[in-house]
């Protein structure tokens, strides 16, 4: 029997292209659908023993359309709570009068008063994510826990600064 890593190789080169093609039907981006397929055979290979698996290709297959499905939806997270760069144009360089600028610096300080209710893993999710440009999957590296707890805590936080800054809003 060839060992664990010539069968993972063996599979993944006579079968990259079919991976790729599954994972572009669901992600339409064909870059996207490659890394798709490299963090899927990652994973595969560092998880899945080939002698306990009846059909590994299937199962490659089946980890490749997951992987595809969480990226659409970090994807779609992502673009509800991220500004664009297209976006970024539309924001008013200057704050010309007195008003504007005395509602920017009141909302700044309900921002902050609004971290600082948070619980100090929130605020921690919070800071890396939205101002050092943490992925989640970093941040969740970084505290040793998992991307879906990250995931939950960014959000509820956003929530929370959302529902302090505009409370009509939610």
């Known amino acids: 029997m060839?060992?664990?890593r010539e069968v993972c190789e063996q599979l993944f080169s006579e079968h990259r292209q079919g991976l790729v093609e599954a994972a572009q039907r669901l992600m339409t981006c064909?870059?996207?659908a490659e890394d798709v397929v490299q963090e899927a055979f990652l994973k595969f290979w560092q998880t899945v023993d080939s002698?306990?698996?009846?059909d590994p290709l299937r199962y490659l297959y089946r980890m490749v359309r997951n992987q595809s499905i969480d990226r659409l939806r970090r994807i779609n997270l992502e673009s509800r709570f991220c500004i664009?760069?297209?976006?970024?144009?539309?924001i008013p360089v200057s704050i010309d009068c007195p008003v504007r600028l005395t509602q920017g610096q009141l909302n700044w300080q309900r921002l902050l008063a609004a971290l600082h209710e948070l619980p100090e893993r929130s605020r921690q999710v919070f800071t890396q994510c939205q101002v050092e440009?943490?992925?989640q999957r970093e941040v969740a590296e970084q505290l040793n826990a998992s991307p879906t707890m990250v995931h939950f805590?960014?959000?509820d936080a956003l929530n929370h600064c959302r529902a302090r800054l505009d409370p009509e809003q939610l």
Do not use: F, V, Y
């Not at 002698?51 to 009846?54: N, T």
């Not at 664009?84 to 539309?90: F, G, M, N, P, R």
């Open 153 to 155: 805590l960014l959000r």
């Open 133 to 135: 440009g943490l992925t």
């Open 51 to 54: 002698d306990e698996l009846d």
């Open 84 to 90: 664009e760069e297209s976006q970024l144009e539309e």
């Open 2 to 4: 060839q060992p664990k």
């Open 30 to 32: 064909r870059a996207l």
